[in-house]
């Protein structure tokens, strides 16, 4: 009989461990690597963001957010908290108060208070995101996706794949650039 304790895995993630924003069925597929605490990634919310957002509502692309947690503790938490929201459908709009409040790099940040106040201002103020949070329900999927993430994205964040082929940083933060990409 085999003892190894079975990990909490969250639902409402792709096979790989993603989660897609958008319909499955979206004419291309952008997966995007990020890390709640790298400020590269907030920038390219901020700048890249709204863009996505709106080819993802005309059906242009899906995206797969794989959440990657190198930057420490605070980024484990932070995606411990987007895999509940993800479950409750609320994943984006948690993501993206994550990166308006997003604090210094390995400032201990993040801490479960933060994440709930963040969490209510996604809409996610049920019992089950406030259990999960203190919990660290998904911390230890969060350590395992990791170590598959960075074999996929070795280089940090943020990165992405538009139907598998690598798009570059300047693209990614010029969201002409994107769009005409994404429709091309």
Not at 149 to 154: A, L, R, T, V
Request: hydrophobic share 35%; glycine share 10%.
């Amino acid at each position: 009989m085999d003892s190894t304790p079975t990990v909490p895995t969250p639902s409402a993630h792709t096979p790989q461990g993603g989660v897609l924003v958008g319909s499955d069925g979206a004419r291309r597929r952008l997966v995007v690597f990020e890390d709640p605490q790298c400020p590269y990634c907030r920038q390219f919310e901020e700048i890249s963001g709204d863009l996505l957002r709106r080819e993802i509502a005309a059906g242009a692309v899906a995206v797969e957010y794989r959440m990657r947690s190198f930057l420490g503790p605070e980024s484990v938490r932070a995606n411990n908290a987007l895999a509940i929201a993800a479950e409750a459908g609320r994943f984006d709009q948690l993501r993206t108060e994550i990166f308006a409040a997003q604090p210094p790099e390995n400032s201990g940040g993040f801490t479960t208070e933060d994440l709930l106040d963040l969490g209510t201002r996604a809409g996610l103020t049920s019992p089950e995101y406030a259990t999960g949070l203190r919990d660290r329900r998904y911390d230890t999927w969060v350590r395992q996706v990791e170590d598959v993430f960075k074999d996929e994205n070795p280089d940090g964040t943020p990165a992405s794949l538009l139907d598998g082929q690598p798009v570059d940083s300047q693209t990614l933060l010029d969201p002409q650039a994107l769009g005409t990409l994404i429709r091309g």
